[in-house]
């Protein structure tokens, strides 16, 4: 029995124990390893838990293939990147859901019902992201909110900057995160990629509220000062969402056709060609002869090696 399991601990366990689906079980894994102290004497047992988890996911995907089903307490991910808005009640959120989401509007009720995940999908230039308002963070709050944390591929923790407790939501937020072992200040070890928006920049407090916030987290968080209901930063924001996505978009290009600048295939920075062309078809993994590539930094159809790392907008043209 390894030592200092919290209580806590013990209860995620027992559930686990008691779970009677793949999914679920799976939910109780990642619970356990979120819960499960963080050193040396437990190193062990988080391997463990790791190791059954890449199990679950396994047998999932196996029977996924013939139900086609997403885990029960996941909203499934579409586009080119998952981002999850975090704050209390009233800071917002569905207001920012909306904004953002304007043009395609797709609010889709989750398995929890009116305390639920609403879903929408953000364009940006040529791409959609996905933006998932959630219920509000509180002591009480479900263990399947942060779940939906945990798999966003970025945060956007929104603040109502009006409000005289501004400060206060910060910490009400980080202590319930911290909990639950989600980390967002960037020094932390496992830290979750996130922004910090200050909304409600249009009414007048919210100015002399937000400089007394930046003196205590500028350098810790990105900030971004927002309105929902002037639009103020919106653009700015996108542009942000896209960059913390740290995504790439890449062209394919047919033998012998025009380049045509649409439908990127979406990768995370620092991919290569070869997994871009896995991206494709797997079989071109092992058929590439050889890359093409067009960009702005100077390629005008020269061949690239397989490691070559792509850039945002590249554009090539596989030859199998
Ligand atoms: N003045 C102002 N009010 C806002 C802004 N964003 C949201 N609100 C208001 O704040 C309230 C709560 O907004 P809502 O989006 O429902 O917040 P949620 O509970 O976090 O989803 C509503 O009355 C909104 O109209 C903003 O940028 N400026
Ligand atoms: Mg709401």
Not at 65 to 75: E, L
Request: aromatic share 10%.
């Amino acid at each position: 029995m390894p030592a200092n399991l919290p209580p806590q601990y013990f209860e995620v366990e027992k559930k686990y124990r008691e779970a009677k689906t793949l999914q679920e079980k799976l939910f109780y894994l990642q619970e356990l390893l979120a819960v499960i102290p963080k050193h040396k004497g437990t190193e062990k047992l988080q391997a463990e838990l790791k190791a059954k988890i890449s199990k679950t996911k396994e047998l999932m995907e196996k029977s996924k293939k013939s139900t086609g089903s997403t885990a029960w307490y996941q909203v499934e991910r579409q586009g080119a990147g998952q981002v999850v808005l975090v704050g209390l009640p009233n800071c917002g959120k569905s207001s920012l859901l909306n904004i953002l989401t304007r043009t395609n509007v797709e609010v889709a009720p989750y398995p929890f019902t009116t305390t639920s995940f609403q879903v929408g999908m953000m364009e940006y230039e040529d791409i959609k992201i996905q933006i998932v308002d959630t219920p509000p963070v509180s002591e009480g709050a479900p263990a399947w909110l942060y779940a939906a944390f945990r798999f966003a591929d970025l945060l956007l923790i929104l603040l109502d900057a009006s409000s005289d407790n501004l400060l206060e939501q910060m910490e009400i937020i980080k202590k319930e995160l911290d909990s639950r072992n989600i980390f967002i200040e960037r020094e932390k070890p496992e830290f979750r990629n996130n922004l910090i928006l200050l909304n409600k920049m249009d009414i007048n407090k919210s100015e002399e509220n937000s400089e007394i916030f930046l003196e205590f987290y500028e350098g810790k968080f990105n900030v971004l000062k927002i309105s929902t209901k002037t639009g103020l930063n919106i653009e700015t924001l996108k542009q942000k969402i896209f960059e913390n996505l740290n995504i790439i978009r890449v062209y394919t290009k047919k033998i012998g056709q025009p380049v045509e600048r649409k439908d990127p295939i979406v990768l995370k920075i620092g991919a290569t060609v070869i997994e871009a062309a896995e991206h494709i078809h797997k079989d071109f993994k092992k058929n590439l002869k050889y890359t093409r590539l067009w960009n702005a930094r100077g390629y005008n159809g020269q061949r690239v090696e397989k490691n070559y790392i792509l850039q945002d907008g590249d554009i090539v043209e596989f030859h199998v």
